[in-house]
C-alpha cells in the first residue's frame, strides 16, 4: 500500500538487470518512491547511477534483448504495470505517461515534418481525424511558445534549432494531456539561457494542466529550481530521499555532501589575489556494477565508512519528517554539515 493516497505513480523495490559478456549488470538495485498528482519529483545522481534506466523501466522501454526487470511494482493510478500486456503498454505510453528524451535530434523522426509527427500520436491515441489532430498539433507548439507554429507544423527536425526541437518535444508529450511526465535530462544540450525558458515553460504547464513530473537530470541548480521532492540515486539505489529545502539545508548521506560541495558557489568571496577556493571532487570510482556490492555502495569514497559500511548494506531510515537516508553514520554526517 501507498504511504500517500494522493499518489498516482509509485515504484516499489525495483530491480533492472542487464545481461552483458562481463556479468548482469544491476542498473537498478532495489530502488522505490512514489508522485503525487500535480507533484514535480526530481531524480538526481552521476551519470551511471540508474536514473534513465529507472525511467525506462516504468514505460517499459528496457529492451528485452539485453535486460529485463528482474523483480518490483510499478503502479500507475493503482493499475501493476509490469504485468501488463505489450498492447495495453503502447496504449499508456505517450497518453496516461509521456517522455521528453535527453537529445531530440535523436529522438524526432528527420524524415517526418514535426507536425505530422505530433498527429500522429494524437490520431493514435485520442482517436480524432487527421484535420483535428493538426490542429491539436498547432495548439501545443503554439503553447510551447514557438514563433510562428502554423508554419513550423511543416518543417522538419533538422530545421529547428536545438531548443525549438526540445519544445516540440514537450509539445508531442503534452498532446494527449498525460497525468505523468517523465524528464529525462530535458536541457542536457541546450545553453544556459534555453535551458532556464524550457524549465520554466514545463513548470508553468504543469500549473496549467496539473500533470505530475519525474525530472531526471544530474544539476542540483536545476534540482533546486524546479522540484518539490529529490530522490538521490548512486550506483543504481536510492540513497537519500527529501523535500527540496531539507535536501539543501541538511544534507545527510556522503555522497549528497559531495555532491552539494561540487557546486560552484557565487556567495563564497574570492582571496586578496582574486582566486576561489577550488571545488571539492568526490574522490575514487564509482563500484563495477557486474559485481555484488556487500555493504554501503559508497563505502570505498566515504570519509565516514567504517568495516560495518563495508559489509553490510544500509535500509533506508527516516531521519526525521520524512527526511529518508541509507547511511549507518547519520549522526556524524548530521554534526558535519
Known amino acids: 500500500m501507498s504511504g500517500n493516497p494522493n499518489a498516482i505513480l509509485e515504484v516499489r523495490d525495483l530491480h533492472t538487470q542487464f545481461s552483458t559478456l562481463d556479468g548482469v549488470v544491476r542498473a537498478v538495485d532495489g530502488v522505490s518512491f512514489e508522485v503525487a498528482r500535480g507533484e514535480t519529483l526530481g531524480i538526481v545522481g552521476e551519470s551511471g547511477c540508474g536514473k534513465s534506466v529507472t525511467a525506462m523501466s516504468i514505460l517499459r522501454l528496457i529492451p528485452p534483448e539485453t535486460g529485463r526487470i528482474a523483480s518490483g511494482s510499478i503502479k500507475f493510478e493503482g493499475e501493476e504495470l509490469t504485468t501488463l500486456t505489450e498492447e495495453a503498454m503502447k496504449r499508456l505510453r505517450g497518453h496516461r505517461i509521456s517522455m521528453i528524451f535527453q537529445e531530440p535530434m535523436t529522438s524526432l523522426n528527420p524524415v517526418l515534418t514535426v507536425g505530422t509527427q505530433i498527429a500522429e ?27 510562428d507554429a502554423r508554419r513550423r507544423l511543416d518543417e522538419y527536425p533538422h530545421q529547428l534549432s536545438g531548443g525549438m526541437r526540445q519544445r516540440v518535444m514537450i509539445a508531442m508529450a503534452l498532446s494527449c494531456d498525460p497525468q505523468v511526465l517523465i524528464a529525462d535530462e530535458p536541457t542536457t544540450a541546450l ?39 529529490v530522490v538521490v540515486m548512486y550506483a543504481g539505489r536510492k540513497v537519500e530521499q527529501a523535500t527540496v529545502d531539507a535536501l539543501f539545508e541538511e544534507p545527510l548521506h556522503p555522497y549528497t555532501r559531495g555532491l552539494m560541495r561540487a557546486i560552484p558557489r557565487l556567495d563564497v568571496e ?68
Open 121 to 147: 500520436n494524437v490520431v493514435r491515441h485520442l482517436g480524432v481525424s487527421w484535420k483535428a489532430a493538426r490542429e491539436r498539433a498547432f495548439e501545443m507548439l503554439d503553447l510551447v511558445r514557438i514563433a
Open 270 to 337: 574570492a582571496d586578496a589575489a582574486g582566486t576561489r577556493p577550488r571545488l571539492q571532487e568526490i574522490p575514487g570510482l564509482v563500484p563495477i556494477l557486474t559485481q555484488p556490492i556487500m555493504g554501503c555502495a559508497f563505502a570505498p569514497r566515504c570519509g565516514f565508512a567504517t568495516d560495518r559500511c563495508r559489509g553490510e548494506r544500509p535500509p533506508l531510515v527516516d531521519a526525521g519528517a520524512g527526511h529518508l537516508v541509507a547511511c549507518w553514520e547519520i549522526e556524524r554526517v548530521r554534526r558535519a554539515v
Open 191 to 229: 545553453d544556459v539561457t534555453i535551458q532556464a525558458q524550457i524549465l520554466d515553460l514545463m513548470i508553468e504547464l504543469k500549473e496549467k494542466t496539473g500533470t505530475a513530473i519525474v525530472l531526471i537530470t544530474h544539476d542540483l541548480g536545476v534540482v533546486a529550481e524546479t522540484t518539490e521532492r
